[in-house]
């Protein structure tokens, strides 16, 4: 259309500067271009209405003499409503000041200049457009008008707007978080990076852009980097990492989260690397793992110097008190019988009931050194092993808190190590100390089976339930000690609670034992 101009140009100078040399031409011309009969005004060709650009004829100073109708649409103006107005007057405070240097300067113009121009539409809002001005000039060549063209390039605009605006806040984002993130193509190259990433890499922005890990990296640190980048572009999958790297001399454990950068069709055009340093972390996370060993390893010193404490305890117990108060009841026997009997009868049967009284006192002394002994350390788990510990535990259980206590053993007796065995144990007391004392039940159904290396032993019982802040109170030091006790053996236990129906604890305790019969 912009090839057009000339010839354009020429019916015009015969109409608007009045080189026609007879009436029939001038009747020709003015059927050709169209007089708007009702201001007499020149319009434009048919050839430029039926066009899909806008056009309009302008003066030297850039009045407006006619439009077509997709001028028309585009600014939303009738011709009525343009003609007589300066084009420069519809253009936008941005592009005015170059739109009046065109048209001060007009005079100069040899041929056609393009500029892209915003508008104000007659609804507000901004349209663009490629505006093409062509000079029409008279015999002496002089510009007397111009023909302007006008291509709708609004939408492409605003997608260019959009566009920009979703990549300033992209970078926004981007440089708003703490964490390093890059983008890198199918080659390694770095297509962007933060202020992070430079920050880190100990260059500027602008010499990170556009190189390979090979120009920043050493190999050994970059061969693993490389495998990931290509495993996620093969993939199509987000992968995350840890890896140690030695940057600017120092070595910084990052963690790496790689996603594949796809384009609208679903192909790979790169990967997003989003790097975290956790090196920190990393070293408080050791700290904190060594700091748990440590207490661990001297929970299980303590519960060892507590075990061994107690059967010292109860041995001494046993044998020196309860070998005292047997002694001391055979010599109170033998030295009632050798009592001469009084010529008073009354005084004799006096004398008789009190040493039966305190022979009783004896037997309920010894009674309660066996108990004690017992309950410090059963000698039936040393003696014949845990099953039979667990059975006479649950016995004393029943006969003393009235709970009922059911037991599903093994038909083989499981022989475990002495650690092992008085874990269990102690676990096993635990549980039924915690059912006693907090779940109000009436029964509690306890099953031990072993599980090819496993041993599991599961109490159910029908009180009101454990509660979820229970349970994971710090100050539950019983429950606490119950874990404690099994992760000392490699094991866990797990507690549940339904409400009004009962709590439900399983021990799971790997073993290295050997089963007998």
């Not at 941005?94 to 200049?113: E, I, M, Y």
């Not at 010599?331 to 008789?352: A, G, M, Y």
């Amino acid at each position: 259309m912009i090839s057009s101009a000339v010839w354009i140009a020429e019916w015009f100078k015969r109409i608007w500067l009045g080189k026609s040399n007879t009436v029939e031409h001038h009747n020709h011309d003015k059927a050709f271009l169209g007089i708007n009969r009702k201001s007499d005004l020149p319009r434009l060709p048919v050839i430029f209405e039926d066009a899909g650009i806008g056009a309009a004829l302008l003066r030297e100073d850039g009045s407006i003499l006619q439009v077509n109708r997709v001028l028309e649409e585009l600014l939303g103006y009738s011709l009525n409503e343009l003609a007589g107005q300066k084009i420069q007057s519809l253009s936008l405070a941005d592009d005015l000041d170059g739109f009046n240097q065109l048209f001060n300067q007009s005079s100069k113009l040899t041929g056609s200049v393009k500029q892209e121009k915003s508008f104000l539409h007659k609804n507000g809002h901004k349209v663009w457009a490629n505006v093409t001005l062509a000079p029409i000039r008279d015999a002496q060549s002089k510009n007397n008008a111009y023909l302007c063209q006008f291509q709708d390039i609004t939408n492409s605009k605003q997608a260019e707007e959009n566009l920009q605006r979703n990549q300033l806040l992209l970078k926004g984002i981007i440089e708003g978080i703490p964490d390093v993130v890059f983008v890198k193509d199918t080659q390694g190259r770095y297509l962007t990076i933060n202020n992070a990433g430079a920050k880190l890499f100990g260059k500027p922005a602008e010499e990170i852009i556009g190189k390979y890990d090979f120009e920043l990296f050493s190999s050994e640190e970059i061969q693993r980097a490389n495998e990931n980048d290509h495993l996620v572009m093969k993939t199509k999958e987000i992968i995350v990492y840890e890896l140690a790297m030695t940057i600017n001399g120092i070595t910084q454990v990052m963690l790496f989260t790689k996603t594949p950068f796809l384009n609208k069709i679903g192909q790979v055009i790169g990967i997003v690397v989003v790097a975290q340093d956790i090196t920190e972390h990393q070293r408080a996370s050791e700290n904190l793992e060594h700091s748990r060993s440590e207490l661990r390893a001297l929970s299980a010193r303590l519960q060892s110097i507590r075990e061994e404490e107690r059967l010292r305890i109860a041995r001494e117990i046993h044998d020196e008190l309860g070998q005292v108060l047997t002694g001391l009841k055979l010599d109170l026997v033998s030295f009632t019988k050798k009592l001469p009997e009084s010529r008073n009868k009354v005084d004799n049967e006096q004398l008789t009931l009190k040493s039966q009284e305190i022979i009783t006192l004896i037997n309920n002394a010894i009674l309660t050194v066996r108990k004690i002994s017992t309950e410090l350390r059963p000698g039936l788990l040393d003696a014949v092993g845990l099953t039979a510990a667990i059975e006479w535990q649950a016995k004393e259980f029943e006969s003393r808190t009235g709970i009922k206590c059911k037991l599903k053993l093994p038909s083989e007796n499981i022989v475990l190590d002495q650690n092992r065995s008085i874990a269990v144990f102690r676990i096993f007391q635990e549980i039924l100390t915690n059912v006693a004392r907090h779940s109000q039940a009436t029964d509690v159904n306890v099953s031990i089976e072993k599980r090819e290396t496993l041993l599991f032993l599961e109490a159910r019982d029908n009180g009101r339930g454990i509660k979820a802040n229970e349970f994971s109170n710090p100050k539950s030091l019983g429950l606490l000690g119950m874990r404690e006790r099994a992760l000392l053996l490699g094991g866990e236990v797990s507690i549940r609670g339904v409400q009004n129906k009962g709590t439900i604890v399983t021990l799971r305790v790997p073993l290295p034992l050997v089963s007998s019969t």
